[in-house]
């Protein structure tokens, strides 16, 4: 079974309606999570540690989406050990 990381981050957005941030360099970067349910107790602490900041957003972000293990990886992408 392939492995589902999560990566929770979050930061100021310019306006609460939308999602751009308003400093990247202030994007704070939770960690990274091996399933759903330890990513999604990560991301709850900290939307309610900011929830008095109406611009404060944290996200989950499913990193497992972003790669499909079946497509080979480029020779860049691999590294010889």
Same mark, same amino acid.
């Given at each position: 079974?392939?492995?589902?990381?999560?990566?929770?981050?979050?930061?100021?957005?310019?306006?609460?309606?939308?999602?751009?941030?308003?400093?990247?360099?202030?994007?704070?970067?939770?960690?990274?999570?091996?399933?759903?349910?330890?990513?999604?107790? !990560?991301?709850?602490?900290?939307?309610?540690?900011?929830?008095?900041?109406?611009?404060?957003?944290?996200?989950? !972000?499913?990193?497992?989406?972003?790669?499909?293990?079946?497509? !080979? !990886?480029?020779?860049?992408?691999?590294?010889?050990?």
């Amino acid at each position: 079974m392939a492995q589902r990381l999560h990566l929770v981050f979050g930061g100021e957005l310019v306006d609460p309606t939308k999602t751009t941030f308003r400093n990247t360099d202030d994007i704070h970067v939770v960690g990274i999570f091996p399933d759903y349910e330890s990513a999604h107790a !990560a991301w709850k602490s900290e939307a309610q540690r900011t929830v008095d900041n109406a611009h404060m957003r944290y996200f989950i !972000a499913h990193l497992h989406r972003l790669r499909d293990e079946e497509v !080979a !990886a480029s020779s860049t992408e691999e590294l010889d050990s």
